[in-house]
C-alpha cells in the first residue's frame, strides 16, 4: 500500500542561510528563479548546496549569483567541466531587477540569499535586500530572542 504525502508538509527546501538574520536585517524579499545547468539540477536534488558564503550582485542590468556553491556529484560526466561556484544568473522581472539597483546603488544596501527551495519542478532563490547589523544590534536581537523564550517558558508555567 502506497503512502500518500500530505499536500502541505512536503519539505522543498535545498539550502538556509542562517547567518542572514543574524548579521542583516532583512527588509525586503524577493523569489528569483536560478539559471542552472543539468548536472546542477541533480546535485540539488541530493541536497548538495551551500548559500551561506553567497551573496548577489548587479552587474550590466543582470542580477548574479556569486560563492553559491553546488557540488557535484561523483555520477556527473567526464565530459561536462563542473565549477562548483561559478556564477549564476539569477531570473527575475525588469521592474524587480531596477528596485534592487536603486537599493543598492542609492541607498547603500546589499543583496543576500535566504534560502534555496524546490516550487514544483524549478529551483528557486529567496533573496533579500539588506542592511547590516552593528555589534550592538546583534546584542539586541540575541536579548530579545532569549526574552521570548523566557516568557513563553512563564506563560506556559502559569497555565
Not at 4 to 31: M, S
Not at 103 to 128: C, D, S
Request: hydrophobic share 40%.
Amino acid at each position: 500500500m502506497a503512502i500518500k504525502k500530505k499536500k502541505g508538509l512536503v519539505d522543498n527546501t535545498i539550502a538556509v542561510n542562517r547567518r542572514a538574520n543574524h548579521e542583516y536585517f532583512l527588509l525586503e524579499r524577493f523569489e528569483a528563479g536560478l539559471s542552472l545547468q543539468g548536472w546542477e539540477v541533480k546535485s540539488l536534488r541530493a541536497g548538495k548546496a551551500n548559500i551561506a558564503d553567497a551573496y548577489v550582485t548587479v552587474k550590466d542590468g543582470e542580477v548574479i549569483l556569486l560563492g553559491a556553491t553546488i557540488h557535484p556529484l561523483k555520477q556527473t560526466c567526464t565530459f561536462v567541466v563542473a565549477d562548483p561556484t561559478r556564477t549564476r544568473k539569477l531570473l527575475l522581472s525588469r521592474k524587480e531587477i531596477n528596485k534592487l539597483i536603486g537599493h543598492v546603488q542609492r541607498q547603500g544596501y546589499t543583496i543576500i540569499p535566504i534560502r534555496m527551495y524546490w516550487k514544483g519542478p524549478w529551483a528557486k532563490l529567496e533573496i533579500a535586500i539588506a542592511r547590516g547589523k552593528q555589534d550592538h544590534d546583534k546584542r539586541d536581537s540575541i536579548k530579545d530572542r532569549e526574552w521570548g523564550r523566557e516568557k513563553a517558558r512563564i506563560m506556559k508555567k502559569a497555565f
